[in-house]
């Protein structure tokens, strides 16, 4: 898979390339030094992922996002965000703008390389220190703003959603409910339609602004 790094720190730029390049099946195709270079380069290059800082000069590395893969994005690009900076609002705003994962640059190499497949494959990461303490404190205000689904969700489509909200993957999904991957890719699938979400961050982010993890029993 074919990834693109930006990131104005040449050091770290330069450091995330070679671990990524280290792995097997993942190409660093370009990088960018700041957030309007990156654009440019994702749009001539399309890259399979986009690594990118939250602090860039030009353009951050959250609008970058958005015009790269934000809900008005015709062809998104899967986008993940990676910092040395953890606030809360970063977080969230990342995103709102169509981030797919959200990592901390000390990050181990494993978890950098799992991030980037899973944007890849349609699934997301978030780093566990920043899961769901952020994301429940910017919906603790929002509560209720989000759209209810078109239909009801299953008993089993609750489960599931419990446990993406949780960050769990869909195989450690499958593990925890005695599924077939494709049973929860499936079911996935659905909570997505009935939500009205374009991937699973967007599931996450609607399971906390509905209220939902407030009523679904943790695991």
Known sequence: MRVLIAD????????????????????VVGQA?????????????????CLFDIRMPHLDGI????????PEVVEPVPVIVITTFDEDEYVYDALRA??????LKDADPDLLARAVRAAADGDALIAPAVTARLLRTFAAGREGAAR???????AREDEVLDLLAAG????????????SLSTVKTHVGAIMAKVGARNRVEVVIWAFESGFVDRAPRR
């Open 33 to 49: 030094r700041d957030g309007l270079e990156a654009v440019a380069l994702v749009r001539s290059l399309r890259p399979d992922v």
């Open 98 to 103: 169509g981030a797919r994962g959200f990592l």
């Open 148 to 154: 209810q689904p078109v239909e009801p969700l299953t």
């Open 63 to 70: 609008e970058a996002t958005r015009r790269v893969a934000g």
């Open 168 to 179: 769990r993957t869909n195989t450690e999904i499958a593990g925890e409910l005695y599924l």
């Open 8 to 27: 104005d720190q040449d050091m770290v730029r330069v450091g995330l390339a070679t671990i990524l390049d280290a792995q097997p099946s993942i190409e």
